[in-house]
């Protein structure tokens, strides 16, 4: 007797149904929650052992695009707004709720905003976010466009990051601002891991 389906969990999309769906790339050991959603497939680079958790949404539609790298995970309620480019490194990774605009209103009253309104009235500005490897962002961050979070540093919860941050760094704050440095030895870590997955 087959057990019924458990309505608690959707589940995961894995790689082979990734392949069919029409994303740019798909790599290995990589899964997306069921109830995901993603715009842009097309426009969208997945790397090997990626994994994108539940109420995730990724719009990367028209001359937008996402690139993710691999040993990439990125918790639940995650919204990443990729319409001016969005580069995830090996290794980075989002917390849960975590917010990435790559393209922002202008909110001074000059313009008129939102996507209902045609472009010439607006002042959308944007750029491409940029995760350098082992980059994390904590839970409940915000980056804004054309900020690129410098290899191996760490943003702590409920930080808005308005501007590029140095490397090797931790950082917290709205607006985010230098605590102290991070630990390197992840890097050994790393050298490890990937060692080891090649001797399989």
Known sequence: MTAPPNPFDSGYYLEDELRSFGFKSVGKNVRIAKNCTVIGLEN?????????????????AGAGSLSI????????????AAG?????????GLS?????????DDYTGEHLSNP??????????????????HALIGSG?????????????????????????????????????????RSQK????EQELLSESQAQ
Request: hydrophobic share 45%.
């Open 44 to 60: 969208i680079e997945l790397g090997n052992n990626v994994r994108i958790d539940g109420y995730c949404t990724i719009a990367a």
């Open 84 to 92: 001016a480019g969005i580069v995830m490194e090996d290794f980075s």
């Open 116 to 133: 209902t309104v045609p472009a010439k009235y607006t002042g959308v500005t944007g750029g491409t976010v940029t995760l350098r490897r």
């Open 141 to 181: 961050c915000i980056l804004l466009p054309k900020v690129e979070i410098g290899i191996g540093s760490a943003v702590g919860a409920m930080s808005l990051v308005t501007k590029s941050l140095k490397e090797w760094g931790f950082y917290f704050g709205v607006p985010a601002k230098f605590l102290k440095a």
């Open 96 to 104: 849960q709720g975590v917010r990435i605009y790559s393209k922002t």
């Open 69 to 80: 790298g691999s040993y990439v995970h990125i918790g639940a309620y995650c919204f990443l």
């Open 186 to 189: 992840l890097l050994e870590l």
